[in-house]
């Protein structure tokens, strides 16, 4: 039977600019209806213009100077705003000087009581004293959200005293050194905290777990000089989402942290330390691939704390360090059980040498998996002798069933062999399955067409089928687009 014909990728708008579009029609709108109001007083319910000021105040300050323009009743509105938000976006149109003469600007001319947020983003060499200042503005105009964003330096920036700021709820840092005094006087709201490139250490950590209490959410991207990451938030009644990515010097994680309900994880594999197993939601391991088996003991000692795990997003370097080897002086699997694992996403990346049965060994031991989602876009099986040899036969007679698995989407489906090998298990293996989907490449080089191909393809699939009311779809990439999706949705 002939494969699917291929097609070159076709192009169509991405959707972060179909987001930029809606948002900026959006802007239009309420620029277009505010102009309104301004020559009509009665469609605004002839609100007062100190109301109407208060309610310009919470909008980002480029769109407060727009509406000023278009709209002479409320030049002066942009004065009050709460929101000076110059981001990254903004500093793409503007040369260095402009930049920091448009935001000395409104900060001279700032005569509200209040600050929400602050976003900055530009290259702070030799402007740390005007910094100060605005942030000392800032603080005493009680900003709860500050952004700073300074990946354009020459060098780190370094940043102490001026954290010390006791409004704050929200903290962005990118590309600064952080040195924190032992006792802070600040950051005593502080709910959610994202550093990116930042050079740490244990200890600022340390201080800050303990002095923040009301921590929710702490993102560290790219950070440095931090090779044991502990997590001591066990007096901490909100945390709930770690995430860690590309922190190349890390090589231990230790968590100690009982409301903790979602970790992401993007790097080389390192050894978690849990104080006890936790109830977690989301779990995503994006692991770097590794040949050494020091690394897969780590994955193996790891997975028996994510017993009671719900929904796992992992790749295949994470399954590797799961498969049947020599252990304790025999060749056997490793026994593992992840009792509430409700959603499994696995993503096949090229490196990898995992093949079907290390899949199939995997999901025997989540009882309560109902969702499965592969991704195989720019992966193909190659899965040598020992599973032509050994491992094929013992996937024909495999004796376990997923009961309770009812819907599978496999996508970059190339309808090769192994792939086809795989479809076929998973379908006599999930005797409750209510759906199957396959959705060809995002590459676009493959296409499902009617009536050939896909008819001959369903036919066959359907033929494999241990229940009789498993619907199947075979899907273009670009019309994948169902209800059902899987919970975490980025991965990198």
Sequence with gaps: ???????????????????????????????????????????????????????????????????????????????FNRKILFDREFSRHHDREEYIHIVNHVFNSHVGSRIQSLSLCFDPTAKEHMIERWLKICAEKGIEELDLDFFQGRDVFKISQFLDIKSLTTLKLVYCEVDLPPQLTGLSFLTTLILKRVDLNTETMETLFFHCLLLETVDLWQ?????????????????????????????????????????????????FQFAEVLHLDEVLLNFSPSRCFAKASLVENLVSDLSYA????????????????????????????????????????????????DIASFLKNCPSLEKLFLDLNDFSFDCGFYWELHQKQLLQYFPHFFTSL???????????????????????????????????????????????????????????RASPKTNIVLLDHYHDKGPVQPKVSQFG
């Design 406 to 464: 009812k819907f599978i989407k496999v996508k970059g489906f190339k309808f090769q062999k192994h792939e086809l090998e795989l479809v076929r298990f998973l379908l006599g293996k999930a005797v409750f399955l209510e759906t199957l989907v396959l959705v060809t490449p995002r590459t676009g080089r493959i296409r499902i067409y009617e009536p050939a191909d896909a008819i001959n393809y369903k036919r066959l699939i359907f033929s494999w």
């Design 310 to 357: 719900n929904v796992l997003t992992t790749t295949s370097a994470f399954l590797e360090g799961l498969t049947t080897r020599i252990r304790d002086g025999a060749f056997r699997d490793l026994q593992f059980r992840l009792w509430n694992l409700k959603e499994f996403q696995l993503f096949m990346e090229g490196t990898s040498y995992c093949n079907l049965f």
């Design 223 to 271: 950070c440095c000089n931090i090779q044991r990451l502990k997590v001591c938030a066990r007096s901490l009644k909100r945390f709930k989402v770690l995430k860690v990515r590309h922190c190349t010097e890390i090589l231990s994680i230790d968590i100690d942290a009982p409301t903790l309900r979602s970790i992401y994880y993007i790097g080389n594999v390192v050894k």
């Design 1 to 79: 039977m002939a494969a699917p014909k291929r097609e070159n990728q076709t192009v169509s708008q991405s959707p972060q600019k179909r987001i930029k579009k809606v948002h900026n029609q959006h802007q239009n709108n309420l620029i277009s209806h505010i102009d309104g109001v301004s020559s009509n007083p009665n469609r605004s319910g002839n609100l007062p213009d100190d109301i109407l000021d208060r309610i310009f105040s919470f909008l980002p300050i480029k769109q407060a100077v727009e509406i000023g323009v278009l709209s002479p009743r409320f030049k002066k509105s942009w004065l």
